[in-house]
């Protein structure tokens, strides 16, 4: 595996989506085509993802998967995907879906394998990336940040990072997106990651 990633479109003021998991503020944005060109030039290299419980439902309910499976290969082709739930979810029929559940550490070797030379990418929600910042295990943040302020909603990263824990590498316009890459240091004080 090259890279953990937290790759994830947020609004201005640090949110995911609504209180109730909306993301309509997201597909109003005008002229994303910018957006998902880079998120296309991202994906090539994703080996594996991992998302939470809420993500997982949404993406179920959104595309509606359990009646067009097909959608989800279209999507993510065949990668294998690491669900954190504490529920027993729907599978997709013809996908790689891993339930999963709790310490990040524990499943660390398996995300890796199954990432093989490809890049592992946390899709989401915010808390889950905490747990792989917690645990030392996220390398990269990249942020696509829409024009869009909720004022409440699920939030971007539910943790306290200082300046020394967060490296700005790259920032890019696409559309009316700021696209930003910033590197995760683990403290110093901290193990070697597993
Ligand atoms: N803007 C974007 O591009 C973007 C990207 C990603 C997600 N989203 C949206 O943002 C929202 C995120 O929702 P969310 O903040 O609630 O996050 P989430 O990570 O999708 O779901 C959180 C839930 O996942 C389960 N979970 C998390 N860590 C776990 C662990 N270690 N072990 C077992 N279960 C674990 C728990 O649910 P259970 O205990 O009930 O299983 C937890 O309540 C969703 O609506 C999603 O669609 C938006």
Redesign the pocket.
């Known amino acids: 595996m090259n890279r953990t990633i937290f790759h994830?479109?947020?609004t201005l003021d640090g949110h995911?989506?609504t209180d109730d998991?909306g993301?309509a503020w997201?597909f109003a944005v005008p002229g994303s085509d910018d957006a998902e060109a880079a998120f296309g030039d991202f994906m090539v290299g994703v080996g594996a993802m991992v998302?939470?419980?809420?993500?997982?439902e949404?993406?179920l309910r959104h595309e509606r998967l359990l009646d067009a499976p097909e959608k989800w290969t279209a999507m993510y082709g065949t990668r294998p995907t690491f669900v954190?739930?504490?529920?027993s979810l729907p599978p997709i029929p013809g996908a790689d879906i891993r339930l999963?559940?709790?310490?990040?550490r524990g499943h660390s070797e398996s995300m890796r394998d199954a990432a093989g030379t490809g890049d592992l990418w946390v899709?989401?929600?915010?808390?889950?990336a905490g747990?792989f910042i917690d645990a030392g295990m996220l390398d990269e943040i990249r942020l696509?940040i829409a024009p869009v302020t909720l004022g409440s909603g699920?939030?971007l990263l539910p943790r306290v990072l200082g300046a020394d824990r967060l490296t700005l590498v790259a920032v890019e316009r696409a559309g009316q997106f700021v696209e930003v890459v910033y590197e995760v240091a683990r403290p110093s004080d901290e193990e070697p990651r597993p």
Do not use: E, I, N
């Open positions: 994830t479109a947020t995911l989506a998991d993301l997201l998302m939470g419980t809420a993500t997982y949404w993406l954190f739930s504490s529920r999963v559940s709790g310490d990040v899709v989401g929600g915010g808390d889950l747990q696509s699920k939030p």
